[in-house]
């Protein structure tokens, strides 16, 4: 949420968070909204997903006895009510978003979770959305934003995927018919290699649009390095599920990586 912000601060010299050219209570707000969401969405995906995490996972709070499902259900419904009005303190365009990010993760929670590839495109939007949420709490949009949403969403998507390979024996107990369910953990794997491949193609178009500026690309190279590694072991190895979860939790890292790239190229 903050690199979006600072992308849309504006301004030549220092860097833009140090001079002043970024508004730091709605950038606040903006954040605690975000996190609100994403709060609200994990309990009411616990909630809804406490039998196939039985399988999937079962140290989570609902199956391991921490939390029941009525319990999750109302941190939800507390985590979005923030969620907005936080967002509605910002500015209407802020609170869009917030009603947008509360509509679509609660609609993949209850419906679009069993439809293929279309609820990780949700996911995915939803969790990249933040980058725009940041231009919105300085009140300014700038299709720069739209191109490191789109690279985000690209990385998102894939590492969906390959969550989907490694839940695919719980998910099909479920009756859950995601794409590993419905093709096979190989064909979601595959697909999640080829968006992998296009998000690193993807990566430099920020550089090549001026969106970010040279320290982006330094701190770009870690990522790039990570990603082909990473489409090189999905082909071999360990058992699918095993090496969906390893490839799975080095995205969840990659993506903090590519975080930082952004920041820097926006400094």
């Not at 934003?145 to 690209?154: N, R, T």
């Not at 979860?245 to 969840?252: D, G, T």
Request: charged letters at 15%; a positive charge; hydrophobic letters at 55%.
């Amino acid at each position: 949420m903050l690199v979006g912000a600072v992308v849309v601060s504006g301004g030549e010299g220092a860097p833009r968070f140090w001079r002043g050219g970024l508004d730091w209570v709605p950038a606040t707000l903006g954040a605690l909204a975000a996190f609100a969401a994403a709060g609200g969405a994990n309990a009411l995906n616990d909630a809804l997903d406490a039998a196939s995490d039985r399988l999937n996972a079962p140290g989570r709070p609902i199956p391991s006895g921490g939390a029941t499902r009525a319990q999750a259900i109302l941190v939800a419904a507390v985590m979005y009510a923030a969620c907005v009005t936080l967002a509605w303190s910002v500015g209407p365009g802020a609170a869009a978003m917030a009603v947008a990010w509360v509509g679509l993760t609660t609609l993949y929670s209850t419906v679009l979770k069993g439809v293929p590839l279309v609820g990780n495109v949700v996911v995915s939007a939803v969790a990249a959305s933040p980058l725009v949420m940041g231009g919105l709490t300085q009140r300014r949009f700038e299709p720069g934003l739209a191109l490191l949403f789109a690279v985000a969403a690209l990385l998102h998507l894939s590492r969906e995927l390959f969550k989907d390979a490694e839940d695919a024996e719980g998910d099909r107990a479920e009756g859950v018919n995601t794409l590993a369910v419905a093709r096979g953990p190989e064909t979601a794997m595959a697909l999640g290699r080829a968006l992998m491949v296009v998000s690193m193609v993807a990566a430099i178009a920020p550089f090549l649009t001026r969106t970010l500026g040279p320290l982006y690309l330094v701190l770009l190279v870690p990522v790039e390095v990570t990603l082909f590694r990473l489409a090189a072991t999905s082909l071999r190895g360990a058992a699918v599920a095993t090496r969906a979860r390893h490839i799975s939790r080095w995205l969840k890292l990659t993506m903090v990586l590519g975080l930082v790239a952004f920041l820097g190229g926006s400094l």
